[in-house]
Each structure stands twice: as structure tokens, then as C-alpha cells.
């Protein structure tokens, strides 16, 4: 076989592998990688216009493709490759499957010591900047290596629990002719993925009896369960054990809010149902999540207080009882998929139907919870000089499809859309919950709209978010990118604003409307040439909705929601259970409420 430049060996791996789309930055340390595209044919490179976008657009990229297809992004060597530090921080906390890849300086400028700071032009020690935030990082000198590492990376980036990978290649590598036919590659033993089946099998046992001497048991679904691939496996198990489901803000695509069993949102930011059901359970199975303090609340001790606790998780770390902030009574290392199959199996071979009146009247009071203490008010929708955004988000919901793709923001973005936003089966609905970076939302549609171009995709991001990507803007315009961006325009930084009023008596007004003011959104969009829409208050948002979700172009839309910065309900400092969420309700119903002490 004739040789073949690295470069282009590199791109034709992930081109054969099913990635259709990769974004890039060009510069001269990764020239010959980015030349490689026009010699490979199926496979293209978008061309964003900063780097943490396209890391951020290749996360989206890969959370829409499945785990299986990676997203990739290629980088220049030193500030370019170190734009990409927070997108692989996204994908490491959320669990994304992302190759990173920088080019590197001439191996010959490369400092032979770290004792020296810099030998060659924007030189940078790469891999040493992302060991913590990938599960490999690696500086590739050897050319007769990149089947192995190719392969290997790829493996570990989709395998287990999966997460991100850098791979550095200097200019002088990447020009290297190499022979495949001559290459190594990595032999894939699966060994990520070696549970042991006696183990699952007791586990299962033992869990099958407490839940049959259980009175309340809740199931706890994290964003494992999608990324096995086990969301199917999942409902089936809910439509059999007919209990409270309650999904993490990784989840919201998992366990929908029409599904039958579905019993609201859970944590310090609860939503609907004010995590009673969680906080009166006996019984907890947590599949798939990592239960973190957004979950728990600080006071963790208070957490689900009076359950036994099972947890599945891929991860060995999140299962040593002594880096649990919750101890869990049982454990077990498993892929979420697989536990979930042979959880099924065994109940089919038992023919198990869950018809106790006990457990069904908890389902039906945990529903009622729901219903009962939806965040969403029918006062929101009032007439108003402004818009109301939980209302907005509420109605949004409602007019969007099962087969559209939502892609929300952080901070009082995401919380106004996870209590309010209504998912529906078939739906896909994400953002970066573990980083949670300002702006992630836009760079991360534009994603979305590479691996599904044809879903309709919304995007919702704040004002604050806007500003940290809004150079995208063009992006969307040379790709005619058919996006609806909405601006939840609340000309401050709203959930730091609440926190900053909250814990510092409102001193300081960094967070706006003095240290902090956005720009005419409106008038920078129209300088891309993007078409607009304006919404000022309650009384036109429903008409103005219908209008740009049929509208087939990209465009922006400013929404004014005032100062609005009440996100609600919430914990109201870190030593409260998570089940008395301000604003507080009547302490007579809330004793009533509460099943345990």
C-alpha cells in the first residue's frame, strides 16, 4: 500500500468511524490536519470562529451522536490548544466522549526539560494543562504509534465511563509518511467493561427483597442510563415496578415528563414536588448518577434519611463508601445497561407484577406532589409590562415537538428551564450540568445541528451566556446554521445577582445593572445579518413563539424578562433538607407532607 501522511491517516480514522463533522480552529501547528480534509471525503471541518466553541459544538456534537461516535475538535498549538480547557472540563464532569486534538511545535523546539519554560513559538506542555480533565492525554512522537493510540483513546473515551481525550502532534509528525499496512494497533479486550455477574446477581437478590418489603421506594436516574445506551431497558423497568421516577438534570431526555411514572426534579433547585418523594422514601435505587451536592443539598446527612440505599454506577470511585458524601447501604459496579437488562431478566422470570395498593397509593401521592407544587404558576401568565420566563418556558415546552432538540444554558438559565421546560418522549434536551460554563448552550446547538440538521433545534441562553460566544454568530451565518436562539434578556447576571443579594446584603452591583449591562442584542445580530424578533411581554409571547419555531433560517430572539432573578423553589442556605424549599409553605401542610421525621 502507498504511504499515507499521518495528517490524513488521523482524519480518515475519524471519518470511517462515522464522524461527519469535526470543528476547527486553523493555525500552522495543526495546517497539515486541517489540509487532510480535502483529500477525505466523507468527513468535513466546520470552521468556528474560537476555539472553546468548537470544543463546546463538539460536546453537543457527541451528546446527540450517541457514545459510540466521538465529537472532535482540532486546535493550534499553545493559547489555541488552552481555549480548549473548559470544553474538556464539560466533557470530563459530564461524561462526553470528546477528542481533543492540538497540533503541537516542531518536536525538535519541543523544551527537552520542564525546568525550562518555552523553547519553541506558542510551545506549550499540553498534556500536562489537561491530565486532570481527561481520562488520557498524550503527546504523540512516535508516527508508528497513532493506530495504537488512535484506537486506544478511542476506546477509553467511549468505553466505561466515558469522557474526553487529548492527543498532541507536532507539526513534524503530522508530515510524516507513514505505512498502514505496517502499523499497530490496539487490541480492545474490553477490559473497562469485566463486571462480575455473581456479584450483580446477588445484588439484584437482595434488592428484589427489600423492594418487596418496601412501602415507598423511588428510583434515581443520572445520566448513565442514557450514556449505556439504556434508556429503553430503563422505562421498561418502570412500566414493571410502577414506582416514582425521579431524573437529575442529566436525565431530563431520559425520563421524560409524559411518562407515566415521572415524579418530578430532584435536589437543591427541586421543581416540581419539592423533593418529598425522595426525602419520605424507604427504598432508593439510583442508577447511573453520581449523586452530587446539587442533589443532596450540604446538610447530606438528611438525604433520603430513613431509605435503604442502592446504588449502580459505572464508575468504581463513586462506589468506595469512603468517598461517598451519602453512604449507600449496597453497591455495585456496573454498566448501567446491563444491570438494567438483567434486573428485567430476572423479574420476567419470576413473572413479577407490582400489584400492592401500598405501593401504588405512593406513586399516586408522589404524582400528586408533582401536580400540586408545580414551580409554574397560573399567575405567571398575568398580563405584565414584561415577560415572565418561567411562563415563557412553560409555553415553549408545550408548543415544541417530540423529534426537536433543546440545548439550554447555566446558572438562572438553566434552572428557569429545568423547572418549567416539559419534555416529551423522543425529545433531546441537554446541557453541561457538572462545569456549567456561561455560554456553553450557543456553541453547543450549533453542535447539535451538525450530528441532526435536520431537527429543529432551540437554543436558550441568557444574556450573560450570549456575550461569552457571540462571535458564533457569524458561524451561524456562514453554515446558514437554522438555529432559534432565544435570549432570556434579564440585563443582569440573574442567579448570581440572587446570590450575591442573598449572602452580601446586595453591596455590590458587579453583577449588574452597574458593573454589568448587555449590548443591543438585537442590533449585533443584524450586523451578521441574522434575522430577529423582539418579545416584550406576556401578552404577545405566545403568537411570537408559533412564529419562530416555523420560521426556516437562523434566528435571534431578544425576550425581555426585566431584572427577573427569583429562580423558585430552592434551598435557602446549605444546612436545610432538601424536602423545605423556599418559599416555605405552611408548616401545618408541610408536617403533613412529611411522612418522616
Not at 518536536?107 to 519553541?120: A, K, Y
Not at 427541586?270 to 452530587?292: T, Y
Not at 445579518?529 to 412564529?547: A, D, H, P, R, V
Not at 423556599?582 to 408541610?590: G, K, L, S, T, V
Amino acid at each position: 500500500m502507498a504511504k499515507i501522511k499521518l495528517a490524513d491517516y488521523v482524519i480518515k480514522f475519524y471519518a470511517n468511524i462515522g464522524v461527519d463533522n469535526m470543528f476547527v480552529v486553523y493555525g500552522a501547528a495543526n495546517g497539515d490536519l486541517i489540509d487532510a480534509f480535502t483529500r477525505i471525503k466523507n468527513t468535513n471541518y466546520v470552521a468556528v470562529l474560537h476555539e472553546q466553541a468548537g470544543g463546546f459544538a463538539a460536546e453537543g456534537y457527541a451528546k446527540i451522536k450517541g457514545n459510540k461516535i466521538p465529537g472532535v475538535t482540532i486546535a493550534t498549538s499553545g493559547p489555541g490548544g488552552m481555549n480548549l480547557v473548559t470544553p474538556a472540563g464539560n466533557c470530563f464532569y459530564d461524561s462526553v466522549p470528546v477528542i481533543f486534538i492540538t497540533g503541537q511545535v516542531n518536536s525538535q523546539f519541543l523544551r527537552p526539560d520542564e525546568t525550562i519554560r518555552q523553547v519553541g513559538f506558542q510551545e506549550t506542555d499540553q498534556c500536562s494543562i489537561f491530565k486532570s480533565i481527561t481520562k488520557y492525554s498524550k503527546l504523540i512522537l512516535d508516527p508508528n504509534s497513532i493506530k495504537y493510540e488512535l484506537e486506544y483513546s478511542l476506546h477509553l473515551a467511549t468505553s466505561g465511563r466515558p469522557g474526553p481525550i487529548l492527543l498532541d502532534i507536532p507539526i513534524d509528525v503530522q508530515k510524516t509518511l507513514i505505512d498502514e499496512d505496517e502499523l499497530v494497533g490496539y487490541n480492545d479486550s474490553d477490559e473497562l467493561n469485566n463486571f462480575d455477574d455473581n456479584k450483580i446477581k446477588k445484588f439484584i437478590e437482595k434488592l428484589y427483597l427489600d423492594f418487596k418489603k418496601s412501602e415507598r421506594p423511588v428510583l434515581l436516574i443520572g445520566g448513565g442510563v442514557r450514556s449505556s445506551d439504556g434508556v429503553d431497558d430503563l422505562l421498561k423497568l418502570g412500566n414493571i415496578l410502577k414506582i416514582p421516577i425521579y431524573p437529575t438534570w442529566n436525565a431530563l431526555d431520559t425520563v421524560t415528563s409524559d411518562y407515566e411514572y415521572y415524579a418530578g426534579r430532584v435536589g437543591t433547585y427541586g421543581g416540581s414536588g419539592r423533593n418529598f418523594g425522595i426525602q419520605n422514601s424507604d427504598l432508593l435505587i439510583s442508577i447511573g448518577s453520581r449523586i452530587s451536592g446539587r442533589i443532596t443539598g450540604g446538610n447530606v446527612k438528611t438525604f433520603a434519611r430513613a431509605a435503604k440505599k442502592y446504588l449502580v454506577d459505572i464508575d468504581k470511585s463513586n462506589l468506595k463508601k469512603d468517598f461517598q458524601q451519602v453512604a449507600f447501604d449496597e453497591n455495585l459496579h456496573c454498566d448501567g445497561k446491563i444491570f438494567l437488562k438483567k434486573f428485567l431478566e430476572y423479574l420476567e422470570a419470576l413473572n413479577f407484577k407490582n400489584n400492592e395498593d401500598d405501593k401504588k397509593k405512593w406513586t399516586e401521592k408522589c404524582i400528586y406532589w408533582k401536580k400540586k407544587y408545580d414551580p409554574v404558576k397560573p399567575e405567571f401568565f398575568n398580563k405584565s409590562n414584561y415577560v415572565q420566563p418561567y411562563a415563557f418556558i412553560r409555553k415553549l415546552s408545550e408548543k415544541m415537538t417530540k423529534n426537536d432538540i433543546f440545548v439550554a444554558d447555566c446558572g438562572g438559565n438553566i434552572v428557569t428551564c429545568n423547572h418549567s421546560f416539559e419534555t416529551k418522549k423522543g425529545q433531546r434536551y441537554f446541557t453541561n450540568n457538572g462545569n456549567s460554563p456561561m455560554g456553553f448552550s450557543f456553541s453547543g446547538a450549533i453542535g447539535a445541528y451538525f450530528a441532526e440538521p435536520k431537527k429543529r433545534i432551540v437554543c436558550i441562553t441568557g444574556d450573560g451566556g450570549m456575550n461569552m460566544n457571540i462571535q458564533e454568530l457569524q458561524t451561524i451565518k456562514n453554515y446558514n446554521i437554522k438555529i432559534k436562539t432565544i435570549i432570556l434578556n434579564n440585563h443582569i447576571y440573574g442567579i448570581t445577582k440572587a446570590f450575591q443579594e442573598t449572602n452580601f446584603e446586595g453591596r455590590c452591583e458587579a453583577c449588574g445593572p452597574k458593573g454589568y449591562s448587555p449590548p443591543n442584542f438585537i442590533n449585533i445580530a443584524k450586523a451578521y445579518g441574522i434575522k430577529t424578533m423582539e418579545i416584550n411581554n406576556n401578552s404577545e409571547f405566545e403568537e411570537k413563539i408559533e412564529e419562530f419555531l416555523n420560521i426556516d433560517e437562523p434566528i435571534v430572539v431578544d425576550v425581555n424578562c426585566h431584572d427577573h432573578h427569583t429562580y423558585e423553589p430552592r434551598i435557602f442556605g446549605w444546612k436545610t433538607p432538601i424536602e423545605d424549599m423556599y418559599p416555605y409553605i405552611d408548616r401545618d401542610e408541610f408536617k403533613k407532607n412529611m411522612i418522616i421525621e
